[in-house]
């Protein structure tokens, strides 16, 4: 028995085959999201970057959580790349919310929280998902990921708000062109992902005072116009998953301390719960 488990965000895809009694192995390739690309690129990607022969045996199912995939729709569509570009029959699509629900929850209630290149929000039964803050994606929502913290850096850095120090630190890593920044912005592919490359900035320059502000403000706006809009915050722990929420972890526990809400775990990527939900039905 083997399963071809996926988690897949808008910048990576981590790829898991899952043998019983056997080290599960791993892939890694760029993100995938039906809403933003065409069938036609997440085909071309996966021919390129997880060829079907990588794999030697066909697996028995495979099990896909991803950005952009809480619609039918999305789900069908993507049910349908992946059949034909694996050969297998048994292929079951899931958002990406749900890939956190089961890997930090299991059976168990809770707000569940993702925040890498975008961000994303419910509240889980311990069986579904029963509560969802609607989303204005990248361009217009996405408070506290990812591409919200780039916009502010590039604000920063655009309207010289930022000292000497680094705007230096900015235009050695991103260059200081502007009419090249609004080119990649308005007229290059994935522009979320080109936002949420500015993080590092932030990552790297910890303790001062513009960077922690910049992060505080982010990711109190994502408590404000999502976690407080649940009124079982009050009641269930608050459970995060993404790159973003595991690199400011100690900034979430402090806004979930001043909001009197109890954290739960914070994981940079769900896929070692989504093993063990998947180890234990093996069995």
């Not at 066909?58 to 950005?67: E, K, L, N």
């Not at 069908?76 to 292929?91: T, W």
């Not at 990921?145 to 890593?173: A, C």
């Not at 200081?176 to 080119?183: K, L, N, R």
Request: aromatic fraction near 12%; include cysteine.
């Amino acid at each position: 028995m083997s399963y071809l488990i996926a988690d897949s965000g808008s910048t990576k895809t981590d790829w898991c085959l899952l043998k019983k009694n056997k080290k599960p192995v791993h892939f890694h390739t760029q993100g995938i999201n039906p809403f933003l690309q065409t069938p036609e690129s997440i085909a071309a990607m996966l021919q390129e970057e997880l060829p079907a022969a990588i794999l030697k045996d066909v697996p028995d199912a495979i099990y896909y959580y991803g950005a952009g995939a809480a619609s039918k729709p999305k789900q069908v569509l993507m049910q349908g790349i992946l059949r034909k570009h694996f050969g297998v029959k048994k292929v079951e699509v899931q958002s990406d919310m749900m890939a956190a629900a089961h890997a930090l929850c299991g059976d168990n209630k809770g707000i569940v929280c993702i925040l890498g290149t975008g961000s994303s929000s419910c509240y889980y039964d311990g069986e579904k998902i029963k509560e969802r803050q609607p989303s204005l994606g990248y361009i217009a929502g996405d408070e506290g990921s990812g591409n919200h913290m780039g916009k502010r850096v590039l604000q920063y850095f655009t309207y010289g708000t930022f000292d000497t120090q680094l705007m230096m630190d900015f235009e050695m890593r991103f260059g200081g062109d502007i009419t090249e920044i609004v080119d990649r912005l308005y007229h290059q592919p994935y522009p979320n992902r080109y936002l949420a490359s500015f993080v590092p900035l932030l990552k790297e320059n910890r303790g001062h005072y513009m960077v922690e502000n910049i992060i505080e403000d982010c990711l109190n706006d994502f408590f404000q116009t999502t976690i407080l809009k649940y009124r079982q915050s009050w009641k269930k722990p608050l459970y995060f998953s993404g790159s973003v929420a595991y690199m400011f972890s100690d900034i979430i526990q402090s806004l979930c301390d001043q909001y009197e809400l109890e954290a739960g775990e914070i994981v940079q990527s769900p896929m070692e719960g989504l093993l063990s939900y998947y180890k234990a039905m093996m069995k």
